[in-house]
């Protein structure tokens, strides 16, 4: 069970800025959802570090914090509120499917909810039959000159992938040292900053590679912050990758 007591519209803005992954304002809070966090509410959250809030100009823009996520986590196992009605009742059903889904594939709720502007992850779903006189197999498989992790071209591909590696074996004392990605972005050349995020949320994804955050916040440099790559709303500073 959850352990903070939240009112239903707070717990619905954490599950709104969870759906979100990523920082909202007010105003598009209110445009997407009918919600707005201020007052009281916005205040309980910070001071439970549920919700991290600052002022853009007028209006505060918001995000989950780790603690956040946490707390989102345990909501979709909650049981249905006792006077939620028909809407809550069908929220909750959607909510314990998702449950269901992270626990059946060992995951967790960054790896479901994502930035609009983030990829979504790779599906290994088969391409549509075009009509092609090409054996399937042959038609359907990405050659690494010309296709992406995704199987399609791009700047974000497995050449970046490689430098990546290659920049990491020059930093590293060793396999699955820790390398700050202010050190390791300095190796990458004109490479984007963008583009190198991208291939840094694909590798994270293996068992093998590992992003977290500096412990230390107070030994972040403004150079050490804008090398961070945001993954599930936190900002991570160190790189590990055990099979180089």
């Given at each position: 069970?959850?352990?903070?007591t939240?009112?239903?519209?707070e717990?619905?803005i954490l599950?709104?800025l969870?759906?979100e992954a ?19 509410s916005?205040?309980k959250?910070?001071?439970l570090?549920l919700v991290?809030?600052r002022?853009a100009g007028?209006p505060?823009i ?10 989102c986590?345990e909501?979709?196992s909650?049981?249905?509120?006792a006077?939620g009605?028909?809407a809550?009742?069908a929220?909750y059903?959607?909510?314990a499917?998702?449950n ?6 060992d995951l967790v709720?960054a790896?479901v909810?994502?930035?609009r502007?983030?990829?979504p992850?790779?599906t290994?779903?088969a391409?549509p ?6 054996p399937k197999?042959e038609a ?19 050449d970046?992938d ?6 990491y074996?020059?930093?590293a004392?060793?396999?699955g040292s820790?390398v700050?990605?202010t ?6 050349g ?7 995020d991208?291939?840094?949320?694909r590798m994270d994804?293996?068992?093998?590679v590992n992003?977290?955050?500096e412990e230390?916040?107070k ?7 804008a090398a ?7 900002d ?5 990758i055990e099979?180089v």
């Amino acid at each position: 069970m959850p352990s903070e007591t939240l009112t239903p519209s707070e717990v619905a803005i954490l599950l709104a800025l969870m759906a979100e992954a990523t920082e909202v304002s007010n105003p598009e809070l209110k445009n997407a959802y009918g919600l707005t966090l201020d007052g009281a509410s916005r205040r309980k959250l910070n001071d439970l570090k549920l919700v991290a809030s600052r002022r853009a100009g007028s209006p505060f823009i918001h995000e989950l914090t780790e603690n956040g996520w946490a707390r989102c986590r345990e909501e979709l196992s909650a049981p249905r509120p006792a006077r939620g009605g028909p809407a809550a009742g069908a929220l909750y059903a959607v909510l314990a499917g998702i449950n269901r889904y992270l626990e059946q594939e060992d995951l967790v709720p960054a790896d479901v909810f994502r930035p609009r502007s983030e990829p979504p992850p790779e599906t290994g779903s088969a391409l549509p039959d075009t009509g092609s006189a090409l054996p399937k197999a042959e038609a359907a498989i990405p050659t690494a000159s010309t296709a992406g992790f995704d199987g399609s071209a791009g700047p974000a591909g497995p050449d970046l992938d490689i430098r990546i590696r290659d920049a990491y074996r020059q930093l590293a004392e060793r396999p699955g040292s820790w390398v700050s990605l202010t050190r390791l972005r300095s190796l990458l050349g004109d490479a984007e900053h963008d583009d190198v995020d991208t291939v840094l949320r694909r590798m994270d994804r293996s068992p093998r590679v590992n992003l977290i955050p500096e412990e230390n916040q107070k030994t972040l440099t403004s150079e050490d912050r804008a090398a961070a790559v945001k993954i599930g709303g936190q900002d991570n500073h160190l790189l590990a990758i055990e099979d180089v």
